[in-house]
């Protein structure tokens, strides 16, 4: 059972990802980039998605606020590749 929950938890935030990306204005030729990684904050609040751009490899982090899906995301461009962490009070993130 915690198994098929944690997989509907991600597919939760995929779609969240996906109809984020959707609603920013990218021309209709511009190809779109799947998140590479995505991490939860540990209270639930915050989801942190990394996208990588392929043609110079640097990542570009967008953080989301679950209780207001529409509210737009904070943004970390150019951003050497690496995973992302939350602290445990999700106070911040690395």
Do not use: K, N
């Not at 779109?32 to 990588?52: I, K, M, N, Q």
């Amino acid at each position: 059972m915690y198994i098929v929950a944690e997989q509907l938890d991600q597919c939760q935030i995929q779609t969240t990802i996906r109809r984020r990306l959707q609603l920013l204005s990218v021309p209709t030729d511009a190809p779109v980039l799947e998140p590479t990684h995505t991490a939860p904050s540990p209270d639930g609040r915050w989801l942190a998605a990394v996208v990588t751009d392929p043609a110079t490899d640097l990542q570009r982090w967008r953080v989301y606020p679950r209780e207001t899906p529409d509210a737009p995301a904070e943004l970390i461009e150019s951003v050497y590749p690496t995973g992302i962490a939350w602290t445990p009070d999700s106070s911040g993130f690395y």
